[in-house]
C-alpha cells in the first residue's frame, strides 16, 4: 500500500493546513496517510485537533482512508514520553522519538558533543531508546538513530545486534524515514533480515515536502520491507488485542 503516516501541519511545526496536507497527498495518489503532529504535555489544543482530524475523515473517506496521530518526544531516561496520556485515546497512532538525548539532570547538547564522554552519551541513549520500547503508549519508533548523528556517534560504536532483538522483542513499528534514514543503515538493514515490521514515512512539514518526499517513499515502499497492516495494527489496538511482548 502507498502511504505516508508522518508529517506535521500547521496545528504545531508545520507550514499547511490539514486540508491542505490532504490535497497534496491524494494528488501524489496515497491510499492512506495519517498527520502525526508534535504534542507536549502542555498541549491543551489536543482535544480540538483530534476532533478536526476526525471530521476530515468523514469528509475525506471516499478519496483517502486518514488516520490520527500524534509524535511525541522522549523526555527521560525511562523512555516517558511528552504528552498527557489522555491524548492517547483521542488519536489513533502514537508516535515515538527521541530528539535530545536524556541524563539523569537534564539533556545532552549537541554544541558540547566534541567534550562529552560518548560512552555516556551511548548509554544513556541506549536507557532512553530501550525505555520507549517498554512504553506501551507508544505504536511506532521514528526516525531510530537521528539525533545520534548530530554528535558524531558512528553506528559500529552501537550494539545494533542488540538494538534490533529490542526492537523486534517490543512489537513496536520501526520507521524507516526518508528525511533521516537511509536503507544501508545497520539498524535498517538488520531489521529487515528479523522480519521487523516497517512503516516508510516522510516526516513532511510541507505540502512541498510532501511531494518533494513522496518519491523516496514510493521508491523504498518498494524495496521489499516487510511494511506493516496498519489497518489491522489500528483495528487490534482499538480492540485491545495487539499481541504483547513475551516475557524474557
Given at each position: 500500500?502507498?502511504m505516508?503516516?508522518?508529517?506535521?501541519?500547521?496545528?504545531?511545526?508545520?507550514k499547511?493546513?490539514?486540508e491542505?496536507?490532504i490535497?497534496?497527498?491524494?494528488?501524489?495518489?496515497?491510499?492512506?496517510?495519517?498527520?502525526?503532529?508534535h504534542?507536549?504535555?502542555?498541549?491543551?489544543?489536543?482535544?480540538?485537533?483530534?476532533a478536526?482530524?476526525?471530521?476530515?475523515?468523514?469528509?475525506?473517506?471516499?478519496?483517502?482512508?486518514?488516520?490520527?496521530?500524534?509524535?511525541?518526544?522522549?523526555?527521560?531516561?525511562?523512555?516517558?514520553?511528552?504528552?498527557?496520556?489522555?491524548?492517547?485515546?483521542?488519536?489513533?497512532?502514537?508516535?515515538?522519538s527521541?530528539?535530545?538525548?536524556?541524563?539523569?539532570?537534564?539533556?545532552?547538547?549537541?554544541?558540547?558533543?566534541?567534550?562529552?564522554?560518548?560512552?555516556?552519551?551511548i548509554g544513556?541513549?541506549?536507557?532512553?531508546?530501550?525505555?520507549?520500547?517498554?512504553?506501551?503508549?507508544?505504536?511506532?519508533?521514528?526516525?531510530?538513530?537521528?539525533?545520534?548523528?548530530?554528535?558524531?556517534?558512528?553506528?559500529?560504536?552501537l550494539?545494533?545486534?542488540?538494538?534490533?532483538?529490542?526492537?523486534?522483542?517490543?512489537?513496536?513499528?520501526l520507521?524507516?524515514?526518508?528525511?533521516?534514514?537511509?536503507?544501508?543503515?545497520?539498524?535498517?538493514?538488520?531489521?529487515?533480515?528479523?522480519?521487523?515490521?516497517?512503516?516508510?514515512s516522510?516526516?513532511?512539514?510541507?505540502?512541498?515536502?510532501?511531494?518533494?518526499?513522496?518519491?523516496?517513499?514510493?521508491?523504498?515502499?518498494?524495496r521489499?520491507?516487510?511494511?506493516?497492516?496498519i489497518?489491522?495494527?489500528?483495528?487490534?489496538?482499538?480492540?485491545?488485542?495487539?499481541?504483547?511482548p513475551?516475557?524474557?
Amino acid at each position: 500500500m502507498f502511504m505516508d503516516l508522518h508529517m506535521h501541519s500547521n496545528y504545531s511545526d508545520g507550514k499547511n493546513t490539514p486540508e491542505e496536507m490532504i490535497e497534496a497527498a491524494i494528488g501524489i495518489g496515497y491510499e492512506t496517510m495519517a498527520i502525526t503532529d508534535h504534542v507536549w504535555k502542555s498541549s491543551s489544543w489536543i482535544p480540538a485537533y483530534a476532533a478536526h482530524l476526525h471530521a476530515l475523515k468523514r469528509n475525506y473517506r471516499h478519496q483517502i482512508r486518514l488516520y490520527t496521530g500524534i509524535e511525541a518526544k522522549v523526555v527521560s531516561l525511562d523512555g516517558d514520553i511528552d504528552a498527557d496520556p489522555s491524548f492517547d485515546s483521542l488519536v489513533d497512532l502514537v508516535l515515538g522519538s527521541i530528539h535530545r538525548i536524556p541524563k539523569p539532570d537534564g539533556y545532552y547538547s549537541k554544541a558540547d558533543a566534541g567534550r562529552l564522554p560518548r560512552g555516556s552519551i551511548i548509554g544513556n541513549w541506549l536507557e532512553a531508546f530501550y525505555g520507549m520500547l517498554d512504553n506501551p503508549r507508544v505504536d511506532i519508533i521514528a526516525h531510530p538513530l537521528s539525533e545520534l548523528k548530530g554528535f558524531g556517534i558512528r553506528e559500529e560504536e552501537l550494539p545494533m545486534e542488540e538494538i534490533t532483538d529490542r526492537i523486534a522483542h517490543s512489537g513496536k513499528i520501526l520507521e524507516l524515514n526518508v528525511r533521516y534514514n537511509t536503507p544501508d543503515q545497520a539498524v535498517i538493514r538488520i531489521s529487515a533480515h528479523k522480519g521487523i515490521p516497517f512503516l516508510i514515512s516522510s516526516d513532511s512539514h510541507s505540502v512541498q515536502d510532501l511531494i518533494a518526499n513522496s518519491r523516496l517513499v514510493k521508491e523504498f515502499t518498494g524495496r521489499g520491507y516487510q511494511l506493516i497492516d496498519i489497518h489491522r495494527h489500528i483495528g487490534e489496538k482499538k480492540n485491545n488485542t495487539l499481541p504483547q511482548p513475551k516475557p524474557d
